[in-house]
Each structure stands twice: as structure tokens, then as C-alpha cells.
């Protein structure tokens, strides 16, 4: 009998996915044959119920995680020769994707007192799936997770992980210089308490800048029902023209805010290159003092460094979205979301 974990539900199969030749009969008879080494119907439904239409996709990342990169390559093969192309599903497949799951939002207790926030569920999905199924509906399939807070628990396949140990007295941007390796091309940077649509992710693929963020105009509509995350936490945006002037917490008065960061950005290999010289630089110059909103650049803020990346004059866009987007930091708001998801995640 052998184990199979696949987008953390974990079934027992006759066989397994053993051997090259089952792949040769191509996706159906491979659905067929997972379907009926499943040990009960109850199961079955179950396991087929939480993949639903990602079911190729997801055999398609198993078989990867088990048998590696030539039968990976020899599946992806023959799905296409029977008409499922799964090399088509996104055009970006040379981006990179880092997401930073390592903190732990006081605000979500006791909801999160035993696991991550970006496993809290919404929809009978967790948070971290989404993103997961959204960057790789666009192609986006080289993916690194910085784990910290029960960092344990986080464990999908095909992906690469980093450990930041220090979560607790640490910011987000040193979690995310933990994945420093990954910034070698062009790469999407993403916040582990959000849920978006896929359309705002393409937005912000399509977008050719060295550094681009994701901006809600419409930002002014979550606050009318968050009592337990202030405006002053929100992390505004000023503009100019197509630029960020300014960006973070508590630094520009709501009434000039053009919108607000909603935790998604991305980088050419020129914009990561730039972004880690900065970084590098930050940490020396800035040793022992405050780093913008952050009291120091360990436990500065991902807003802190774009700022910085600004102040030196490089130009930073804005992709401006209405909607389409939550973020989840709170008891409040994971109830909200939960509640209203399909009306939240509607894109204007």
C-alpha cells in the first residue's frame, strides 16, 4: 500500500502511481486507475471532491513530487497528445513566485493557535491553496514557501522551502530575504494572508515594469467594516502619474491615499537584481537605527524597502485594481471573508 499527499489530503492507493508504462495510456485511463485503487467510495469522493477541475493538474504535481523530473516531462507528454496541454495553462511559466508564510497575526487568535494563518480555510479551501492554484493556473509553477510560525504544518508538494526560525522577532522583509537564492529572474512576491482573484494576478503578470505593486482604489470600502484593523494599519499608497511616491503604514494622511498595497508585487530579473543590492545596502547603512515605519531592517516591513527603492529614484508602478481581493489579519476578518467570499472576490 502506498501513501499519496497531494495538496495536503492524504489517500492510500493499491499501487501508487508505480511505474512509467501507466502513464502511457494517457489522462483517463490514469483518473481511472487512481479512482479505483482507492480504498472505499466514501473516500474517493472525498479525495475527487477537494481536487474537482484541478484534477489533472494536481495528478500531474504528484506524479512530479514522486518520480521526479523525467516522468514529470514524459506525463506532461502525453496529456498533451491526448489533448490536455497542460504547458499551455499559463503563458509565465519563466516567472518565479515567493510567497512569505513565517509570521503569525496576533489578531487571529485562537483560530490559529495550532496552525498557520495561511491554513485558515475559506471556501474549503486554506488561503495558501488558493494563491497556490492562482499562480499556477497562470503558469507559474517554480514556487518557493518561507515557513516559520508552525511552519511543520505547510507542506505541499513541489515546492521549495525556507525556515526562518526567527519569525517571532523578525519582519516580513528579512522573511523574505530568507528566499534571497530565488531572486535570480523575474519573480512574484506575495503575502500569505490574502485571497485574490486570478484576474488580479494577470493583471500584474502583464505589467513589463522592473517593479510593480497591486494597488485598491477602492480601498476605503474594506475599512467601513474592519473595527479591528485601523486604517492607520493599512499600508497606502501616494502616486504619481504611473509611480509609487509613497508607500507603508501610517505615513500618508487616507484622504490623499490613491489606494492601498494589497501585498502582491512583481520584479524583472533587473528589478530583483536592484531590489537585493538595496537590501544589502539598507543593512549596513541603516545598523542600529530605524528603517522607515520599521525600527530597524530586521523587522522592517515590505513597504519599507519599496519606499526605499523610491527615494533612490527607481521607478516603481502602480497596477490599480477595485476589488477582487481580502486580506485576512483578523478574527473579524476571516469571518467577513468567510461569510460574503464570493461577493468580495468580485473584480470591478
Same mark, same amino acid.
Given at each position: 500500500?502506498?501513501?499519496c499527499?497531494?495538496?495536503?489530503?492524504?489517500f492510500k492507493?493499491?499501487q501508487?502511481l508505480a511505474?512509467?508504462?501507466?502513464?502511457?495510456?494517457?489522462?483517463?485511463r490514469?483518473i481511472?486507475?487512481?479512482g479505483?485503487?482507492?480504498?472505499g467510495?466514501?473516500?474517493?469522493?472525498k479525495?475527487?471532491?477537494?481536487v474537482?477541475e484541478?484534477l489533472a493538474d494536481?495528478l500531474?504535481?504528484?506524479?512530479?513530487?514522486?518520480?521526479?523530473?523525467d516522468?514529470?516531462?514524459?506525463c506532461?507528454?502525453?496529456?498533451a497528445?491526448?489533448?490536455l496541454?497542460l504547458?499551455?495553462a499559463g503563458?509565465?511559466?519563466?516567472?518565479k513566485?515567493i510567497?512569505?508564510a513565517?509570521g503569525?497575526?496576533?489578531?487571529?487568535?485562537?483560530?490559529?493557535?495550532?496552525?498557520?494563518?495561511?491554513?485558515l &480555510?475559506?471556501?474549503?479551501k !486554506?488561503?495558501?491553496?488558493r494563491e @497556490?492554484e492562482?499562480?499556477? /493556473?497562470?503558469?507559474?509553477? %517554480?514556487?518557493?514557501?518561507v515557513?516559520?510560525?508552525?511552519?511543520?504544518?505547510i507542506?505541499?508538494?513541489a515546492?521549495?522551502y525556507?525556515e526562518? &526560525?526567527?519569525?517571532g522577532? !523578525?519582519?516580513i522583509l528579512?522573511s @523574505?530575504?530568507?528566499a534571497? /537564492?530565488?531572486m535570480d529572474? %523575474?519573480?512574484i512576491?506575495?503575502?500569505s494572508?490574502?485571497?485574490?482573484?486570478r484576474?488580479v494576478?494577470?493583471?500584474l503578470?502583464?505589467d513589463q515594469?522592473?517593479?510593480?505593486?497591486?494597488v485598491?482604489t477602492a480601498?476605503?470600502?474594506?475599512?467601513?467594516?474592519?473595527?479591528?484593523?485601523p486604517v492607520?494599519?493599512?499600508e497606502?499608497?501616494?502616486?504619481?502619474g504611473d509611480?509609487?511616491?509613497?508607500?507603508?503604514r501610517?505615513?500618508i494622511p487616507?484622504?490623499?491615499?490613491?489606494?492601498e498595497?494589497?501585498?502582491?508585487?512583481?520584479?524583472?530579473k533587473?528589478g530583483a537584481?536592484?531590489?537585493k543590492?538595496?537590501h544589502?545596502?539598507a543593512?549596513?547603512?541603516y545598523?542600529g537605527?530605524?528603517?522607515?515605519?520599521?525600527p530597524s531592517?530586521?523587522k522592517?516591513?515590505?513597504?519599507d524597502?519599496?519606499q526605499?527603492?523610491?527615494d533612490q529614484?527607481?521607478?516603481?508602478?502602480?497596477?490599480d485594481?477595485?476589488?477582487?481581493w481580502?486580506?485576512i489579519?483578523?478574527?473579524e476578518?476571516?469571518d467577513?471573508?468567510?461569510?460574503?467570499?464570493q461577493?468580495i472576490?468580485?473584480l470591478?
Amino acid at each position: 500500500m502506498t501513501t499519496c499527499d497531494i495538496y495536503g489530503t492524504t489517500f492510500k492507493t493499491a499501487q501508487g502511481l508505480a511505474g512509467h508504462k501507466r502513464l502511457r495510456h494517457g489522462p483517463d485511463r490514469l483518473i481511472e486507475d487512481m479512482g479505483s485503487a482507492l480504498t472505499g467510495k466514501q473516500l474517493r469522493r472525498k479525495v475527487l471532491n477537494r481536487v474537482g477541475e484541478k484534477l489533472a493538474d494536481t495528478l500531474a504535481e504528484a506524479i512530479m513530487q514522486i518520480h521526479g523530473q523525467d516522468i514529470w516531462e514524459a506525463c506532461l507528454d502525453e496529456l498533451a497528445a491526448q489533448g490536455l496541454d497542460l504547458r499551455s495553462a499559463g503563458s509565465y511559466g519563466s516567472v518565479k513566485a515567493i510567497i512569505v508564510a513565517a509570521g503569525q497575526s496576533d489578531q487571529l487568535l485562537p483560530l490559529t493557535s495550532d496552525r498557520p494563518d495561511s491554513l485558515l &480555510e475559506i471556501g474549503n479551501k !486554506t488561503i495558501l491553496s488558493r494563491e @497556490l492554484e492562482n499562480l499556477r /493556473a497562470c503558469g507559474i509553477r %517554480d514556487i518557493a514557501i518561507v515557513r516559520g510560525y508552525r511552519g511543520d504544518m505547510i507542506k505541499y508538494p513541489a515546492i521549495r522551502y525556507y525556515e526562518n &526560525e526567527d519569525y517571532g522577532s !523578525t519582519g516580513i522583509l528579512s522573511s @523574505l530575504f530568507y528566499a534571497k /537564492a530565488e531572486m535570480d529572474s %523575474d519573480f512574484i512576491f506575495c503575502y500569505s494572508d490574502i485571497v485574490y482573484t486570478r484576474e488580479v494576478l494577470d493583471l500584474l503578470l502583464q505589467d513589463q515594469s522592473d517593479v510593480s505593486v497591486v494597488v485598491d482604489t477602492a480601498w476605503e470600502d474594506h475599512y467601513r467594516q474592519r473595527k479591528q484593523h485601523p486604517v492607520s494599519e493599512a499600508e497606502l499608497v501616494r502616486v504619481e502619474g504611473d509611480r509609487v511616491a509613497e508607500i507603508g503604514r501610517n505615513i500618508i494622511p487616507p484622504q490623499e491615499a490613491h489606494g492601498e498595497f494589497i501585498g502582491l508585487a512583481k520584479f524583472s530579473k533587473r528589478g530583483a537584481e536592484t531590489l537585493k543590492v538595496i537590501h544589502d545596502w539598507a543593512t549596513l547603512d541603516y545598523s542600529g537605527r530605524p528603517f522607515h515605519t520599521s525600527p530597524s531592517v530586521d523587522k522592517a516591513s515590505f513597504t519599507d524597502l519599496i519606499q526605499e527603492l523610491v527615494d533612490q529614484g527607481y521607478p516603481v508602478r502602480h497596477i490599480d485594481i477595485t476589488g477582487g481581493w481580502a486580506e485576512i489579519d483578523t478574527v473579524e476578518d476571516f469571518d467577513r471573508v468567510k461569510s460574503q467570499f464570493q461577493t468580495i472576490l468580485k473584480l470591478n
